[in-house]
C-alpha cells in the first residue's frame, strides 16, 4: 500500500471534496481521482460515495481512514526519531481562529514555531469562534485558537492568554473613569456578531448586572473587528472589544479605551482540538509547544 496515496485518501476524506484536496496538496484533480481509483481497485471496495457536491466516506473508507491517519503518523515519528533533525521536519498545519487571536496571538505563535521548524506550513481559517469549534470537531482544521469555552466532550482545551473587555469611543467622545453599565446602554453601540466570542462574553456582563440585551441600543453588526474600529472613529457608536485589540489599534488608530466598571471577569482564549482525531505529527508538536499557558 503505497503511502503517498494515503495521504491523497486523507486530504479527499477531509476536504469532503476531489478539487479541493487536489488544490490543498498542488496535484490535478486527475491525479487525485487515480489515486483513490488505485486504492480502491487494490482493496477491491468502495471508499466514497458522492453526497449532493460532497465527497461522503462508505464504511469501508472510514476505516482505511483510521488506518491511514495512523501509518501517516507513524511514519512521520519514524523520519523525526531517524533524522533527528525537526529542521527537516515537514507538514501542514490548518488552523482556525476568530478573529482576535487570528490577528494578534497566532502569526507570534507561528513565528516561534517555524523557527524549530522551519519546513512545516500554515493553513488558517478565520471565522466565529463557534464556527472554529464546529470546523475542529467535523475535521476541517487540525486546531482552533478561539475566546469562547463551548462544551464538548471531544474538545480538549489549553489556555493560552487571559484578557478582559474594554469599551471604544471615537476622539471626540469624553468619559470619565471605568465605563457603568447605565452609560453603556445610554449610547449606540457597535457589536460583535452572535457568533464571536466577544459577544457572548457581553452577555455574560449583562447578565449579571440584570440588564437585557434587548437594552442595548445596537446600530450596527459587524463580522470583522476593523469594521467596528473604522464605525467607532466615525462616532457612529461606541464599542466593546477585547483589550489586546484595544491596544493594537490604538498604535495607529485614533480613538479612546476605557475600562468597564465593576467587571473583573477575566476570558480566555484557548487552543482547542479534537481528541477522537488522529493529528499529524506537525500538528501534535505544535500543539505540545503550547499546551500550558505562555502569553
Known amino acids: 500500500m503505497d503511502l503517498h496515496q494515503l ?88 488552523v482556525g481562529a476568530s478573529s482576535v487571536p487570528g490577528q494578534f496571538i497566532l502569526p507570534d505563535m507561528i513565528k516561534e514555531f517555524r523557527e524549530d521548524y522551519p519546513q512545516v506550513t500554515f493553513h488558517i481559517t478565520e471565522s466565529p469562534s463557534k464556527d472554529i469549534a464546529d470546523k475542529v470537531l467535523h475535521g476541517t482544521v487540525d486546531i482552533g485558537i478561539i475566546g469562547e469555552k463551548l462544551e464538548n466532550e471531544r474538545l480538549q482545551y489549553t489556555p493560552l492568554m487571559k484578557e478582559k473587555l474594554v469599551v471604544i469611543t471615537s476622539s471626540r467622545m469624553n468619559l470619565e473613569g471605568a465605563v457603568t453599565i447605565e452609560e453603556i446602554i445610554k449610547y449606540p453601540i457597535i457589536m460583535r456578531n452572535a457568533n464571536s466570542g466577544t459577544n457572548t462574553f457581553i452577555k455574560t456582563y449583562l447578565k449579571s448586572k440584570c440588564v437585557p440585551k434587548t437594552d442595548l441600543n445596537v446600530v450596527a453588526y459587524t463580522d470583522s473587528g476593523q469594521s467596528l474600529i473604522q464605525l467607532v472613529k466615525k462616532d457612529i457608536g461606541i464599542g466593546i472589544i477585547s483589550e489586546i485589540a484595544a491596544m493594537e489599534y490604538s498604535m495607529n488608530s485614533d480613538f479612546k479605551i476605557y475600562p468597564i466598571d465593576d467587571f473583573m ?28 499557558l505562555k502569553y
Do not use: C
Open 265 to 292: 471577569e477575566e476570558r480566555y482564549f484557548y487552543l482547542i482540538y479534537n481528541k477522537n482525531k488522529t493529528l499529524s505529527m506537525v500538528s501534535k508538536l505544535f500543539i505540545n509547544t503550547y499546551n500550558s
Open 7 to 94: 495521504y491523497v485518501f486523507t486530504k479527499v476524506v477531509e476536504h469532503k471534496s476531489f478539487s479541493k484536496a487536489a488544490d490543498d496538496i498542488f496535484l490535478s484533480q486527475s491525479t487525485v481521482s487515480s489515486h483513490i481509483q488505485a486504492l480502491e481497485n487494490m482493496l477491491n471496495e468502495n471508499l466514497f460515495d458522492r453526497v449532493g457536491r460532497e465527497s461522503v466516506l462508505t464504511p469501508s473508507g472510514e476505516r482505511l481512514y483510521h488506518w491511514a491517519s495512523k501509518l501517516l503518523l507513524l511514519k512521520d515519528e519514524a523520519l523525526l526519531d531517524l533524522n533527528n533533525n525537526k529542521k527537516d521536519l515537514k507538514g501542514v498545519i490548518r
